[in-house]
């Protein structure tokens, strides 16, 4: 019988020797890819405080609002598998300085919007944007560090200012919008862009499969019209309800759509995604233990978010302080989680890191109405976030371990799609249970119990997924 394909070293401890050591040249191409990522990260929060000051300048309704964020969205999670594959066939550098340009370009223009119909385009070919960088830059950084300790140091960091840059939007996006209005952040975007484009074209490589399949055209429609079909439903839903003849009509179409994506994908010579891949034990339980993470981690920011600021009636800024002292915390804890998995592992760091989140979400049961709570919710949010970074690197590091080169587009379109369908799908899920209850409190206590069940479900699963199998 054949024996377990599954890579060592998504389940083995790296050997302790040695710290890698990063050459002057490695730091400056680490340095663009996370920048890059880490501003596509601070796009998914920076306007939220924002809109109700954006609506006022440029006359969008309340209900019209959810569009700045939708807008967005869409695109960015929609064409991820899309644009990772493309970068994969035909140069994952090109796609990767096409996609900053056109951010940095879309920034400027929602920046200087003079209506809702310029903005929300804006926002929308920043998504488009978005999802030519997230899948590019993270297969450029898996081909350029090879696998061991230079690797998960490298996505040691990328994770880090992924978890990073959705924190420090929420802070920056209140104290910009106070200091200078809505605009300046859309314009915090556009400098990041201008900074990073200018140094990408000489430091990364390209790279790209040494064939030239051809593109899986049926795949690439379905699978892109299922994504946005279901990300406009979840995203709908999480402000109108699912009872809205739209959601349920795109929610089945995304369904249906994606139901097709996997039967055209079993009978294509050249699939846009393997499933065989799929069928890999690193890359199924992995993405699982990704999604359930980002799904029921940014749902709890969202809820504590009301609570501080309904419940607690804290200001925007203390608010801000509290995320802040979570993204201090999230960024320790990215410094040593690749100590951590070369000590004892991917997979049991991410099974840790998966309890460990359950557990301080759990702690959030405690809250009440009470001022000395906040001092509960900055802790247990904080070491929440501390184990969740844990356990995005440690699923990174699980499904691309061991993927060939010329896959590594296919493996960490993968990864990013659950990470950007994760954010997208935990509050229309679950937060729209705080916001439709009667009472807030009650509400909240609801949604933490819930989120800490299945995170800890989660753990139970990825641990008898990736369990040591015998050989034979």
Same mark, same amino acid.
Not at 71 to 96: E, K, N, T, V
Not at 315 to 323: I, K, N, R
């Given at each position: @019988?054949?024996?377990?394909?599954?890579?060592?070293?998504?389940? &083995?401890?790296?050997?302790?020797?040695?710290?890698?050591?990063?050459?002057?040249?490695?730091?400056?191409?680490?340095? /663009?890819?996370?920048?890059?990522?880490?501003?596509?990260?601070?796009?998914?929060?920076?306007?939220?405080?924002?809109?109700?000051?954006?609506?006022?300048?440029?006359?969008?309704?309340?209900?019209?609002?959810?569009?700045?964020?939708?807008?967005?969205?869409?695109?960015?999670?929609?064409?991820?598998?899309?644009?990772? %594959?493309?970068?994969?066939?035909?140069? $994952?550098?090109?796609?990767?300085? *096409?996609?900053?340009?056109?951010?940095?370009?879309?920034?400027?223009?929602?920046?200087?919007?003079?209506?809702?119909?310029?903005?929300?385009?804006?926002?929308?070919?920043?998504?488009?944007?978005?999802?030519?960088?997230?899948?590019? +830059?993270?297969?450029?950084?898996?081909?350029?560090?090879?696998?061991?300790?230079? %690797?998960?140091?490298?996505?040691?960091?990328?994770?880090?200012?992924?978890?990073?840059?959705?924190?420090?939007?929420?802070?920056?996006?209140?104290?910009?919008?106070?200091?200078?209005?809505?605009?300046?952040? @859309?314009?915090?975007?556009?400098?990041?862009?201008?900074?990073?484009?200018?140094?990408?074209?000489?430091?990364?490589?390209?790279?790209?499969?040494?064939?030239?399949?051809?593109?899986?055209?049926?795949?690439?429609?379905?699978?892109?019209?299922?994504?946005?079909?279901?990300?406009?439903?979840?995203?709908?839903?999480?402000?109108?309800?699912?009872?809205?003849?739209?959601?349920?009509?795109?929610?089945?179409?995304?369904?249906?759509?994606? *139901?097709?994506?996997?039967?055209? &994908?079993?009978?294509?010579?050249?699939?846009?995604?393997?499933?065989?891949?799929?069928?890999?034990?690193?890359?199924?339980?992995?993405?699982?233990?990704?999604?359930?993470?980002?799904?029921?981690?940014?749902?709890?920011?969202?809820?504590?978010?009301?609570?501080?600021? &309904?419940?607690?009636?804290?200001?925007?800024?203390?608010?801000?302080?509290?995320?802040?002292?979570?993204?201090?915390?999230?960024?320790?804890?990215? /410094?040593?989680?690749?100590?951590?998995?070369? $000590?004892?592992?991917? %997979? %049991? *760091?991410?099974?840790?890191?998966?309890?460990?989140?359950?557990?301080?979400?759990?702690?959030?049961?405690?809250?009440?109405?009470?001022?000395?709570?906040?001092?509960?919710?900055?802790?247990?949010?904080?070491?929440?976030?501390?184990?969740?970074?844990?356990?995005?690197?440690?699923?990174?590091?699980?499904?691309?371990?061991?993927?060939?080169?010329?896959?590594?587009?296919?493996?960490?379109?993968?990864? *990013?799609?659950?990470?950007?369908?994760?954010?997208?799908?935990?509050?229309?899920?679950?937060?729209?249970?705080?916001?439709?209850? +009667?009472?807030?409190?009650?509400?909240?206590?609801?949604?933490?119990?819930?989120?800490?069940?299945?995170?800890?479900?989660?753990?139970?699963?990825?641990?008898?997924?990736?369990?040591?199998?015998?050989?034979?």
């Amino acid at each position: @019988m054949a024996t377990d394909t599954t890579t060592p070293t998504a389940h &083995e401890p790296l050997a302790p020797h040695s710290e890698p050591k990063l050459s002057t040249r490695d730091k400056l191409v680490l340095f /663009v890819l996370c920048a890059a990522q880490f501003m596509v990260a601070l796009d998914f929060s920076v306007l939220n405080v924002a809109l109700p000051t954006l609506g006022g300048d440029l006359g969008m309704s309340q209900s019209a609002l959810q569009w700045a964020v939708t807008a967005f969205a869409l695109p960015s999670g929609g064409f991820l598998l899309l644009f990772g %594959r493309i970068g994969d066939l035909y140069g $994952r550098r090109r796609l990767f300085l *096409t996609g900053l340009a056109l951010f940095g370009a879309a920034s400027l223009l929602a920046t200087f919007a003079w209506d809702p119909a310029s903005f929300l385009t804006g926002r929308a070919l920043q998504g488009l944007g978005a999802a030519a960088i997230v899948p590019t +830059g993270m297969s450029l950084l898996t081909t350029t560090f090879p696998e061991g300790p230079a %690797r998960d140091r490298a996505l040691g960091i990328s994770g880090t200012l992924l978890s990073l840059g959705f924190t420090v939007g929420m802070v920056a996006g209140g104290v910009l919008t106070d200091a200078f209005g809505w605009r300046s952040t @859309m314009a915090l975007l556009t400098l990041f862009a201008v900074l990073v484009l200018p140094l990408a074209p000489a430091l990364l490589p390209e790279s790209r499969t040494p064939d030239r399949p051809r593109l899986d055209i049926p795949g690439a429609i379905t699978v892109t019209g299922g994504l946005l079909s279901l990300i406009y439903a979840l995203s709908t839903a999480a402000d109108h309800g699912f009872a809205r003849v739209d959601v349920i009509v795109t929610l089945i179409t995304g369904v249906l759509l994606l *139901t097709a994506f996997t039967a055209i &994908e079993s009978r294509t010579a050249q699939p846009l995604v393997s499933l065989p891949m799929l069928r890999r034990r690193t890359v199924a339980w992995g993405n699982l233990g990704g999604l359930v993470t980002f799904s029921m981690m940014s749902t709890i920011v969202f809820v504590l978010t009301l609570y501080l600021q &309904e419940v607690l009636h804290l200001s925007s800024f203390e608010t801000g302080l509290v995320f802040g002292v979570q993204g201090v915390l999230s960024a320790v804890a990215g /410094v040593y989680a690749p100590k951590v998995i070369g $000590r004892i592992g991917a %997979r %049991r *760091t991410l099974i840790a890191s998966l309890v460990g989140q359950s557990a301080f979400i759990a702690a959030l049961l405690g809250l009440n109405a009470h001022t000395w709570s906040v001092w509960l919710a900055t802790a247990a949010v904080s070491l929440a976030s501390m184990c969740h970074l844990g356990a995005i690197i440690s699923y990174g590091l699980t499904v691309t371990s061991g993927v060939p080169d010329d896959q590594q587009g296919l493996a960490t379109g993968l990864v *990013t799609s659950t990470q950007q369908v994760g954010i997208t799908i935990g509050i229309p899920l679950l937060g729209v249970l705080a916001t439709t209850s +009667g009472d807030l409190m009650s509400g909240v206590h609801t949604v933490v119990g819930i989120d800490a069940a299945i995170v800890l479900a989660a753990a139970v699963l990825v641990a008898m997924g990736l369990r040591d199998r015998p050989r034979r």
